[in-house]
Nanobody, 124 residues
Framework: VQLQASGGGLVQPGGSLRLSCAAS????????IGWFRQAPGKEREGVSC????????RYAVSVKGRFTISRDNTKNTVYLQMNSLKPEDTAVYYC??????????????????WGKGTEVTVSS
């Protein structure tokens, strides 16, 4: 079982990035998948979550209106489109599988697996 996040990089404030979360060893479409991030010296923060069908999503207040989560179950991949990036979005981003069948109110709860993250740096 593997989850691999990719697509991070260095971007200027106001720029965009699209992160991808690819799964191997299991089928993503059976599970709720989300993204969380962790900046140096800060606690883990849940960013976004999407239901197994893609019909329900949840976003942190800090990213709502700027980030969009989506999934393509035919490609076994979940995406996080990040627009209007700010320096405070700088962090390592991870994708995670949830053990529950819904997006929890606190998105850092009920995750049972996550892989290596991808680093996002927003700086001029």
């Amino acid at each position: 079982v593997q989850l691999q996040a990719s697509g991070g990089g260095l971007v200027q404030p106001g720029g965009s990035l699209r992160l991808s979360c690819a799964a191997s060893g299991f089928t993503l479409d059976n599970y709720v998948i989300g993204w969380f991030r962790q900046a140096p010296g800060k606690e883990r923060e849940g960013v976004s979550c999407i239901s197994s069908s893609g019909g329900s999503t949840r976003y942190a207040v800090s990213v709502k209106g700027r980030f969009t989560i989506s999934r393509d179950n035919t490609k076994n991949t979940v995406y996080l489109q990040m627009n209007s990036l700010k320096p405070e979005d700088t962090a390592v981003y991870y994708c995670a599988k949830y053990r529950v069948a819904y997006c929890p109110g606190t998105m850092t709860y009920d995750m049972d697996y996550w892989g290596k993250g991808t680093e996002v740096t927003v700086s001029s």
